[in-house]
């Protein structure tokens, strides 16, 4: 029961209708005895910074930050851990108890967590797309030993953003979606992460409901693992295409 003592967490995002994050906290919040309650709040950009500071001012105890903010809220937080820091990316704000946000990712080590029995080491991968969640793939394959990291997006400048980021890192390149060598690298990928919120349900701003395109996933070698973060839908429209060509992934 809610009450005039119950505290509240909150996922912040653009769109965030999709998410299961409330349905997931809840069922964990209830389980746990916890007065607290977890909701979403869908935000305009030019909304995010008053948002933001209001939340700080009404003891929030907690905010998930996704699509696409995790970038921008950087510039809200009054301290950012040492890997958030790193990426240049946040999903997560603790408050400090003075109306002021501790910025972490958690995002690394729950993307890498499903990868860590594929002996990933020295082979190739590519990233599809160049936002907050592309930073979070990038440091997670470095840390899991890759030996080249392709970003490909449609976006020049956030392309150029990651790489000057990442600059000490050897191994990463990154490439437009119009490069014609992108079919040979695609086929020849160990490992290909798409995220992009291309096929996420109720993303009405994308054209396709496949990232670049169905000739893109034509080029697949059979082996790739296809990495997918988007999961809702559960079956999503690469995973529908991936099983019609009757391609192996995992």
Request: aromatic share 8%; proline share 5%.
């Amino acid at each position: 029961m809610i009450t005039s003592k119950t505290n509240f967490l909150a996922l912040i995002g653009n769109p965030v209708n999709h998410s299961l994050s409330p349905i997931m906290h809840n069922a964990a919040i209830k389980y746990l005895g916890l007065d607290l309650i977890y909701f979403s709040i869908p935000c305009d950009e030019k909304d995010f910074e008053i948002v933001i500071r209001s939340l700080s001012k009404i003891n929030c105890k907690g905010i998930n930050v996704t699509i696409p903010f995790k970038e921008k809220v950087l510039a809200y937080c009054s301290k950012i851990s040492p890997l958030a820091e790193q990426i240049k990316a946040v999903n997560t704000l603790k408050p400090n108890g003075k109306g002021e946000w501790h910025g972490i990712n958690t995002d690394v080590e729950g993307l890498t967590y499903p990868l860590e029995n594929l002996n990933l080491a020295n082979k190739k991968a590519i990233i599809l797309g160049s936002g907050g969640a592309a930073r979070s793939a990038i440091q997670g394959l470095i840390n899991l030993k890759m030996s080249e990291i392709i970003i490909i997006s449609r976006n020049q400048i956030s392309i150029n953003s990651l790489l000057n980021d990442f600059k000490n890192q050897y191994l990463l390149k990154g490439l437009s979606f119009k490069n014609p060598n992108i079919f040979n690298l695609i086929n020849s990928a160990d490992l290909i992460i798409n995220t992009t919120p291309v096929g996420m349900i109720n993303h009405t701003s994308a054209k396709e409901e496949l990232p670049f395109g169905d000739h893109f996933w034509r080029s697949l070698n059979s082996k790739t693992v296809i990495y997918d973060l988007i999961y809702n839908p559960q079956e999503t429209p690469s995973v529908k295409f991936l099983s019609k060509e009757r391609v192996s992934y995992n």
